[in-house]
């Protein structure tokens, strides 16, 4: 029997070549061999893919899963891209970082990732920009792998951000390393603001991920969130007998973004979650190897926060409309976070003209992705984001959590150790922090999500400037989240 040891011997086996011979109905009928492999340009550089049966074979073993397109691209008679080249000049845009930014269009065609950021992505506030350019990141990427070493331990992130879940996976970098252990922290793309040394990168790219696994051989692999490798985990059977799978998302959420065609393949698999409730919704759809663990605030952590609040605030924190200073003597909420559906900045910013007298401040919002609706807002300020959130939430007298899913949220824990008071939407957030410990952890109820009645209940709560008077929520964090809980027992 032929051996197979790379993509292009699986292809070029004689096992395949029978099996279309026998099953012609495995290819669409429609199949343009061309145009599949004009359009996996990705794949036909790397493994230098010519010929029909080539196609059709790569087509049955990955293609199909991957989403791929087979058919010749027609021109867009309602759609001309070259109507649009000013609008992608004032964005900056480039197909090919849109692609590494969103996982799930990492095989578009520029064609078609120029078409989705017009028709959709900016409307959804897609990721589309980021420091470097497109061949800095190739450059980059390419010097980083060449430089791998063997590890103990492979993290793969999901996000290069400061949000919740990446800063939960630098968390447990740190946390290892001090163990003495080799660990490789494997991101999407170079970023500034991730505090890791040891880094390889993999671009939304299935096939780097496998190369940068194979040169690093860990012992464990680590797999954060939704990202690529769970994506294509179907095709990581070899790396799944040595992964754990850390999801900071509800159950719903990783349900969307596999279409529950993996259910089986990981029904059995190592898999920690971040609450009781989201480890019970897995266990009801058949999981059986399902731990909680939610994300810690390590006592470096803790120290770099109390330094970092006490940093000034150099520039006036302008309101959206240009007119007016943030008033320091009125209640400030905030809240921090991208501008996206799931942390509700509608909600956030819909609440201001209901309550004129309260500044409300978003921390980390790209000033891009504020619509015009709300530019005009004499009340609502925004900061953009930036490596010392704490300074601004040192200066709020509420954190509200507006998000309409939240599992475990990081932000909510950093605040708590603030000693700040916060307000939740109940179901909304999905850890139960125990309110009867805590002081002024107000959880508002039976809200529906709803603007009006959220904004009764605000006002019914007699927001004020008071600080909290004991140490319960920052001895609340000391005690419960200095330290990761299970999920590093496997190693």
Same mark, same amino acid.
């Given at each position: 029997?032929?051996?197979?040891? !790379? ?29 599949? %492999?004009? #359009? ?62 969103? /996982?799930?269009?990492?095989?578009? +065609?520029?064609?078609?990732? +120029? ?19 497109? *061949?800095?990141? %190739? ?30 996976? /630098? ?19 170079? +970023? #500034?603001?991730? *505090?890791?040394? #040891? ?8 096939? %780097? ?13 680590? !797999? ?33 973004? +596999? ?20 480890? *019970? ?11 909680? !663990? ?63 007298? /309260? ?24 900061? !953009? ?66 603007? #009006? ?39």
């Amino acid at each position: 029997m032929q051996k197979i040891q !790379s993509i292009k011997d699986l292809i070029h086996n004689p096992i395949f070549q029978k099996l279309l011979t026998d099953h012609p109905c495995l290819i669409p009928d429609d199949f343009d061999w061309k145009a599949y %492999l004009k #359009n996996s340009a990705d794949l036909v550089h790397v493994y230098e893919f010519s010929t029909e049966l080539e196609a059709k074979i790569h087509y049955v073993l990955y293609g199909k899963s991957e989403y791929r397109n087979y058919k010749e691209k027609l021109v867009d008679k309602t759609f001309s891209l070259k109507e649009y080249e000013n609008i992608l000049q004032n964005y900056q845009f480039d197909p090919k970082i849109y692609k590494i930014l969103n /996982v799930d269009l990492s095989y578009f +065609t520029d064609e078609d990732a +120029t078409l989705h950021f017009l028709r959709h992505g900016i409307q959804e506030k897609r990721e589309y920009l980021t420091d470097y350019k497109y *061949n800095d990141i %190739l450059e980059t990427s390419s010097k980083s792998i060449a430089k791998i070493q063997k590890a103990d331990i492979l993290l793969i992130n999901h996000a290069s951000s400061l949000t919740g879940a990446p800063k939960a996976l /630098v968390n447990i970098y740190h946390h290892l390393i001090k163990q003495n252990l080799k660990v490789l922290f494997v991101d999407i793309l170079p +970023t #500034n603001c991730l *505090n890791v040394d #040891n880094q390889a990168y993999h671009l939304n790219n299935m096939h %780097l991920l496998k190369q940068i696994i194979s040169k690093s051989n860990p012992s464990k692999i680590y !797999s954060n969130s939704l990202n690529i490798y769970l994506l294509y985990v179907s095709k990581f059977i070899e790396e799944l007998k040595y992964t754990t799978l850390y999801f900071h998302e509800t159950y719903n959420g990783f349900s969307i973004f +596999t279409n529950d065609k993996y259910n089986n393949l990981l029904k059995n698999q190592p898999i920690y979650v971040v609450t009781e409730k989201i480890k *019970n919704e897995f266990i009801s759809k058949g999981f059986t190897n399902i731990h909680v !663990s939610p994300p810690f605030l390590p006592t470096e952590e803790q120290s770099k926060i109390d330094l970092l609040k006490h940093e000034n605030i150099d520039q006036p924190i302008i309101s959206v409309n240009g007119k007016n200073r943030l008033d320091k003597n009125k209640v400030i909420i905030g809240m921090c976070g991208t501008v996206c559906k799931r942390k509700n900045f509608d909600l956030f910013a819909n609440l201001c003209s209901k309550h004129p007298y /309260v500044q409300f401040l978003w921390i980390g919002a790209d000033p891009k992705k504020v619509e015009e609706k709300y530019k005009n807002i004499k009340n609502l300020f925004i900061v !953009s984001t930036t490596e010392n959130p704490y300074k601004y939430f040192n200066i709020l007298d509420y954190f509200f959590l507006t998000s309409i899913s939240d599992p475990c949220p990081f932000v909510v824990l950093e605040n708590l150790y603030m000693n700040k008071k916060i307000i939740v939407l109940d179901k909304n957030i999905h850890y139960e922090h125990p309110k009867e410990k805590l002081e002024n952890f107000i959880i508002l109820y039976d809200h529906n999500n709803d603007l #009006n009645t959220i904004s009764r209940k605000l006002k019914n709560l007699n927001l004020n400037k008071t600080p909290n008077k004991t140490t319960q929520n920052i001895d609340y964090i000391i005690s419960e989240f200095s330290a990761p809980k299970i999920i590093l027992d496997t190693i």
